[in-house]
C-alpha cells in the first residue's frame, strides 16, 4: 500500500481496498487460491486508485499540512525504508503492483497468476524493476 499512497491517503486507500474485497467475495468461485484472489481484487483497486488520484486532487482544496519540525542532522528512523516506497511510487503502477507482490513474498509464478503473465515474464519484469529502482536510489544520492 506505501507503494500507491503516501501520507493520509494511505487510510483512505485500505478502506477502499477493503470495500473491494467485500465486494468481490461473492463472486469468488474458488479456481484460484485465496491469497491470488485477494491480491488481484487490491491490486485491481490500487490500479484504479492511482487514475483516479488526478481527477480527486483536483477537486480537493489546499488542505491544512501541519509543519514537522526535523534538525538537519536528524535522519528519519526508517529512511532506506522511506526512500525505497518514494522511488517505487515514481514507478508505472503495473511495475508498483509487480515490485510490491515480489515484496511481499510472491513467486514469481503467484505474481503473473494475479496479472495474468507467465512467471518467466514476471522475472524478467522484476529484475528491470530492481535495476531502475537501483538506479533512481543512486541518482537520489543515497544507497541502500
Same mark, same amino acid.
Given at each position: 500500500?506505501? +507503494? $500507491?499512497?503516501?501520507? *493520509?491517503? =494511505?487510510?483512505?486507500?485500505?478502506?477502499?481496498?477493503?470495500?473491494? /474485497?467485500?465486494?468481490?467475495?461473492?463472486?469468488?468461485?474458488?479456481?484460484?487460491?485465496?491469497?491470488?484472489?485477494?491480491?488481484?481484487?487490491?491490486?485491481?483497486?490500487?490500479?484504479?486508485?492511482?487514475?483516479?488520484?488526478?481527477?480527486?486532487?483536483?477537486?480537493?482544496?489546499? +488542505? $491544512?499540512?501541519?509543519? *514537522?519540525? =526535523?534538525?538537519?542532522?536528524?535522519?528519519?528512523?526508517?529512511?532506506? /525504508?522511506?526512500?525505497?516506497?518514494?522511488?517505487?511510487?515514481?514507478?508505472?503502477?503495473?511495475?508498483?503492483?509487480?515490485?510490491?507482490?515480489?515484496?511481499?513474498?510472491?513467486?514469481?509464478?503467484?505474481?503473473?497468476?494475479?496479472?495474468?503473465?507467465?512467471?518467466?515474464?514476471? +522475472?524478467?519484469?522484476?529484475?528491470?524493476?530492481?535495476?531502475?529502482?537501483?538506479?533512481?536510489?543512486?541518482?537520489?544520492?543515497?544507497?541502500?
Amino acid at each position: 500500500m506505501n +507503494a $500507491f499512497a503516501s501520507g *493520509t491517503d =494511505q487510510d483512505d486507500l485500505m478502506q477502499e481496498m477493503m470495500i473491494c /474485497l467485500w465486494k468481490a467475495l461473492p463472486v469468488f468461485r474458488g479456481d484460484s487460491k485465496e491469497s491470488t484472489f485477494t491480491y488481484r481484487v487490491v491490486n485491481n483497486c490500487a490500479l484504479t486508485w492511482i487514475r483516479g488520484q488526478n481527477r480527486r486532487r483536483a477537486r480537493e482544496t489546499k +488542505a $491544512f499540512k501541519e509543519p *514537522t519540525f =526535523q534538525t538537519e542532522t536528524e535522519e528519519p528512523k526508517n529512511w532506506r /525504508l522511506e526512500l525505497l516506497y518514494e522511488c517505487i511510487r515514481e514507478l508505472p503502477s503495473v511495475d508498483r503492483s509487480i515490485i510490491t507482490m515480489s515484496l511481499d513474498g510472491l513467486n514469481h509464478s503467484e505474481i503473473g497468476e494475479v496479472l495474468g503473465s507467465s512467471g518467466n515474464a514476471v +522475472a524478467v519484469r522484476i529484475h528491470r524493476i530492481r535495476k531502475q529502482l537501483s538506479e533512481t536510489i543512486e541518482r537520489k544520492g543515497k544507497t541502500i
